[in-house]
């Protein structure tokens, strides 16, 4: 009897350790396994619907869960990076698009400015022109008066013509040039030389003193027609917005490393609102009396393009009533 109660004492507290046992292992299961496995699948859960700074709350997790726990956030510190990298290159694309696109708009409309600009420049000459044609047709011609001094009017709008299409020509090839191919050493002594000889007969029939000052006579590195092309534009435009007994005064001189062409006016001189606009192209401070002297309205223009092309650039300083100063800063030439 007493051993048969002995084997039910020990069956019972066998039976009490082992369920004990389970629990303590179920205890542990739950705490150390199924519960941060749930917690990893919430983190799952958040990770998938886009929350990139949650971290894993797995704080009893070891071994492979802690390790699963580790690779969960290290996959969303990965993905958060990446997220930002793409969302600042999407906005990096974004904004060159919006440039392009603005540009390309910039340049639409420039475009569209040129055409309606050169259309109404060349339509002015033109019709003109037409309208001297046509009362010579109509029997102008015999008439001893009218006839001739209606033939000279259309020999100047055709003269008029020549200079715009040559200017326009001329521009537009600077604009295409983006370095020059073959350049050479020059001599600006001998530039200013070659303006002054071709401009004196416009000078004289302007009533206006040319004057050449080139005590220094600096080198650059360039194109002889580009730099010729910048000075004659630069000087025939002081000679044309001048008054009569006036004087344009072309000086040289050196500056540093840089070569200074200094033109000088007595002319009308630019009103300081109109003074950023004048390297425009067909832009006028006044329109009646440009189209009086003969001006294309590409003169500055030429110059501004010539000088960039060359490595300078072109300053102003002006007085309305008083005259104007254009000075060209270009790199001079090693010795």
Same mark, same amino acid.
């Given at each position: 009897?007493?051993a048969g109660?002995?084997v039910?004492?020990t069956?019972?507290?066998a039976?009490?350790?082992?369920?004990?046992?389970l629990?303590?292992?179920?205890w542990?299961?739950?705490?150390?396994?199924?519960r941060?496995?749930r917690?990893?699948?919430?983190?799952a859960?958040?990770?998938?619907?886009?929350d990139? $700074?949650?971290r894993?709350?797995?704080?009893?997790?070891?071994g492979?869960?802690?390790a699963?726990?580790?690779?969960?956030d290290?996959?969303?510190? !990965?993905l958060?990076v990446?997220? !930002?990298e793409?969302?600042e290159e999407?906005?990096?694309?974004r904004?060159?698009a919006?440039?392009?696109l603005?540009?390309e708009r910039?340049q639409?409309?420039?475009?569209?400015?040129?055409?309606a600009?050169?259309?109404?420049?060349?339509?002015?000459?033109?019709t003109?022109?037409?309208g001297y044609?046509e009362?010579?047709e109509d029997g102008?011609? &015999?008439?001893p008066?009218?006839?001739p001094r209606f033939?000279?009017?259309i020999?100047d709008q055709?003269?008029?013509?020549e200079?715009l299409?040559?200017?326009?020509?001329?521009?537009?090839?600077?604009?295409?040039i &983006?370095?020059?191919?073959d350049?050479e050493v020059?001599d600006?002594g001998e530039?200013?030389?070659?303006?002054?000889e071709?401009?004196?007969?416009?000078? !004289?029939?302007r009533e206006?003193d040319l004057i050449l $000052?080139a005590?220094?006579s600096?080198r650059?590195?360039?194109s002889r027609s580009?730099l010729?092309n910048?000075?004659?534009?630069?000087?025939?435009?002081?000679?044309?917005?001048?008054?009569p007994?006036g004087?344009v005064r072309?000086a040289?001189a050196?500056?540093?490393d840089?070569?200074v062409?200094?033109?000088?006016?007595?002319?009308?001189?630019i009103?300081e609102?109109?003074?950023?606009r004048i390297f425009?192209r067909?832009?006028?401070?006044?329109?009646?009396?440009?189209r009086?002297q003969?001006?294309?309205?590409?003169?500055?223009?030429?110059v501004?393009h010539?000088?960039?092309?060359l490595g300078?650039r072109?300053?102003?300083?002006? !007085?309305l009533g008083?005259g104007s100063v254009?000075?060209v800063r270009?790199p001079?030439?090693?010795a």
């Open positions: 009897m007493m109660t002995a039910a004492g069956a019972v507290v039976a009490v350790a082992a369920l004990a046992s629990a303590l292992i179920s542990w299961l739950n705490r150390r396994v199924l941060p496995l917690d990893l699948a919430k983190d859960e958040r990770l998938a619907g886009g990139l $700074a949650s894993a709350q797995a704080p009893a997790a070891v492979e869960i802690a699963l726990a580790r690779s969960l290290l996959l969303a510190e !990965r958060r990446q997220g !930002r793409l969302a999407r906005q990096h694309w904004g060159i919006d440039r392009e603005a540009e910039r639409a409309e420039t475009r569209r400015d040129l055409v600009n050169v259309s109404h420049e060349l339509k002015t000459p033109l003109a022109i037409r044609a009362s010579l102008a011609l &015999e008439d008066e009218i006839g033939v000279s009017r020999l055709c003269q008029r013509l200079a299409l040559r200017d326009q020509l001329a521009l537009a090839r600077l604009e295409q &983006e370095q020059i191919a350049a020059i600006l530039a200013a030389r070659r303006a002054v071709a401009l004196n007969p416009l000078a !004289r029939e206006v $000052a005590d220094d600096p650059i590195r360039g580009e010729d910048l000075v004659l534009n630069l000087v025939e435009n002081a000679i044309k917005y001048n008054r007994g004087e072309m040289l050196t500056d540093g840089e070569a062409i200094e033109v000088a006016d007595t002319g009308i001189g009103p609102a109109a003074v950023a425009e067909f832009y006028r401070v006044d329109k009646g009396r440009a009086e003969g001006g294309t309205g590409l003169g500055l223009a030429i501004k010539a000088a960039r092309l300078g072109v300053e102003v300083e002006s !007085r008083e254009f000075r270009l001079g030439a090693a």
